[in-house]
């Protein structure tokens, strides 16, 4: 079982940044291939931003590109997720998760295929 915590939401400016963390409890945490994801009220979970075990890939939806770049931390066990540029459309409650596999593909995008989520962390961006 993998416990992950979400940190580092708030209430920021439209053009500002934030950096979110997310902090796994397990020692195995370099086999999962992290991902991000976030979900508005009244919309399903959209997703984000996943990266390889090794960190070396990494796999973006369109509409962050640009803007948000995932980096891990194996030896902190710490997945992160840099946005810039945030907006008011980026208003959102932030998920971590793991999927337990080595690689991304483009599976990598489905929540169904993560094994475990953190509770989440609400990002606010104010016009």
């Known amino acids: 079982q993998v416990q992950l915590v979400e940190s580092g939401g708030g209430l920021v400016q439209a053009g500002g940044s934030l950096r979110l963390s997310c902090a796994a409890s397990d020692g195995t945490f370099r086999r999962y291939v992290m991902g991000w994801f976030r979900q508005a009220p009244g919309k399903e979970r959209e997703f984000l931003a996943a990266?390889?075990?090794?960190?070396?890939?990494?796999y973006y939806a369109d509409h962050v590109k640009g803007r948000f770049t995932i980096s891990r931390d194996n030896a902190e066990n710490t997945v992160y997720l840099q946005m810039n540029s945030l907006k008011p459309e980026d208003t959102a409650i932030y998920y971590c998760?793991?999927?337990?596999?080595?690689?991304?593909?483009?599976?990598?995008?489905?929540?169904?295929?993560?094994?475990?989520w953190g509770q989440g962390t609400q990002v606010t961006v104010s016009s």
């Open positions: 998760a793991a999927r337990g596999v080595y690689y991304i593909s483009s599976a990598s995008y489905q929540p169904s295929e993560y094994d475990y």
């Open positions: 990266i390889s075990g090794s960190g070396a890939g990494t």
